[in-house]
């Protein structure tokens, strides 16, 4: 294989996660906090029809559109987003669609959410009840669900700002709410800051708006709404920002070469690095981050600003007898993504392992089958293992998370973390495993390494669901290197 071929490959299976990122990002710009209940004999609010072109950079790639139906008990939300990406040499299309019953206070009762793109497709059903709100998740060819617990009212992301029309906004008001994001199956908190009254940027002609200031998850995006709580421009990070528009214009085609190119968003520029796949140690400074977060073990350490990393030496005495007693029993347990309870899962793990139960062979074997079995190729969804086992394709998101789901299966506790690695002169986002052979192992299926290279910087420690805490230093990371040996 040559030189450019192997590059491209591994551009392949690092820019995938990124293009589940920012469907992710589009996503979230669409949130605002929750106010006041509203008390149900309050009149229904008035209907309404908002379409937001979605820019990057001053570039149109995409558009939002959002109707609100009102009735006597309840609101009718009904939302789509479409987001254009150009992933190496090809223009990929994301689609979201949304349609929600809400009650008069703007919370969630059911809702329905489709992500879809080329050759994917990702829906989650919501049904709240007495006390839990109940989802059904269906990844195209597989389906699972779950049950998360309820003190309180949840909203939909996409609600939240439609509760603001009417409301009073006042300077140092600060909201707090929970959030159900059908596309990391959590319940999260969002914090909102009303900052004051200020001139609309790049708003023709020229009009002033309340500014307000959110967080999710450590994403932080600032909108601008008018007296009657109606969004007229959004702005977030890697220069993506919504401006409210017609219909006609939302849905003008995207002119030719305007997509969103992933390879240089997701691009943190360093400089060269020598034989970075066999790289045994690795000295970095990071800037941009919460540095307080960044995991912290026996391969990754943390002093200040600077991060170490120390590929594993492993010994025939790194291992044991599978299956795996003790220890946290999450790193065993079956998820949303990482179905290792499913009979095709422990089937095939059964199959590939073929009796082998020593703990670092059977890892190995694993990760050998892993990388021949999964096609080389960008995909934009949220990945789970039996739809990986099915379509046998995908990025660095698929490799991992059948990785980790066979891992499971046989007893070898495993989790997925994401973060950066290095290919050509720069950092990029990414996703790989790690297995605990007595201590926590970075095996990465997707590069066919094991373990895994020191140029690997762990940011995220948890599957698809954890995986959009990344955006939170996305466009703001910066990385010094200061040394390195063979």
């Not at 309840?74 to 990406?85: D, M």
């Not at 994401?418 to 590069?447: I, K, M, N, Q, S």
Request: proline share 5%; charged share 25%; hydrophobic share 45%.
């Amino acid at each position: 294989m040559s030189k450019l071929t192997q590059r491209r490959i591994l551009r392949i299976l690092i820019l995938g996660v990124w293009s589940v990122m920012l469907a992710l990002l589009v996503h979230r710009l669409r949130t605002q906090p929750s106010v006041p209940r509203i008390d149900v004999g309050t009149p229904a609010p008035e209907a309404s029809d908002e379409w937001m072109g979605v820019y990057q950079e001053g570039r149109r790639i995409g558009f939002t559109h959002r109707a609100l139906v009102p009735a006597a008990t309840g609101i009718t939300l009904f939302e789509e987003s479409l987001l254009r990406l150009k992933v190496l040499d090809a223009e990929r299309t994301v689609r979201t669609v949304v349609h929600a019953r809400l009650d008069l206070a703007y919370a969630l009762q059911h809702a329905d959410v489709v992500l879809q793109s080329e050759g994917s497709s990702f829906q989650a059903l919501a049904e709240v009840g007495t006390d839990s709100l109940v989802v059904r998740v269906d990844f195209g060819s597989t389906q699972s669900s779950y049950t998360l617990p309820l003190q309180t009212p949840i909203f939909l992301p996409q609600s939240l700002r439609a509760s603001l029309r009417g409301a009073e906004l006042d300077e140092a008001r600060e909201l707090r709410a929970a959030v159900w994001d059908p596309l990391t199956s959590r319940r999260e908190e969002i914090v909102v800051r009303v900052i004051r009254q200020e001139p609309v940027p790049e708003a023709r002609p020229a009009a002033n708006a309340w500014r307000v200031e959110e967080e999710l998850h450590g994403v932080k995006t600032t909108a601008w709404l008018n007296e009657e709580g109606e969004v007229v421009r959004e702005e977030g990070p890697l220069g993506l920002a919504l401006v409210r528009t017609t219909r006609e214009a939302a849905l003008a085609e995207v002119p030719p070469g305007a997509a969103m190119d992933i390879a240089k968003q997701a691009s943190v520029p360093v400089g060269r690095i020598e034989a970075p796949r066999t790289r045994a140690r690795l000295r970095v400074r990071l800037q941009g981050a919460a540095l307080g977060e960044i995991p912290s073990d026996a391969e990754q350490s943390l002093s200040g600003d600077v991060v170490t990393i120390e590929r594993s030496r492993l010994s025939e005495r790194d291992t044991y007898v599978l299956p795996f007693r003790g220890g946290d029993e999450r790193d065993l347990a079956a998820t949303v993504f990482l179905q290792s309870d499913h009979p095709r899962v422990r089937g095939l793990a059964r199959q590939v392992l073929d009796g082998e139960v020593d703990a670092q062979r059977a890892a190995r074997r694993l990760e050998n089958w892993v990388y021949a079995y999964v096609e080389k190729t960008p995909t934009i969804s949220i990945p789970n293992a039996l739809q990986v086992i099915d379509s046998a394709r995908g990025d660095c998101n698929e490799h991992a998370v059948l990785f980790a789901a066979l891992a499971r299966a046989s007893g070898l506790p495993t989790r997925v973390v994401a973060g950066l690695v290095y290919d050509d002169d720069a950092f990029l986002y990414h996703a790989w495993c790690e297995v605990w052979l007595g201590r926590w192992v970075a095996v990465d299926p997707a590069l066919h390494q094991f373990p895994a290279d020191a140029t690997h910087i762990k940011l995220v420690e948890g599957g698809p669901e954890k995986h959009s805490a990344l955006l939170s230093v996305v466009g703001k990371l910066k990385i010094e290197v200061l040394d390195g040996r063979e």
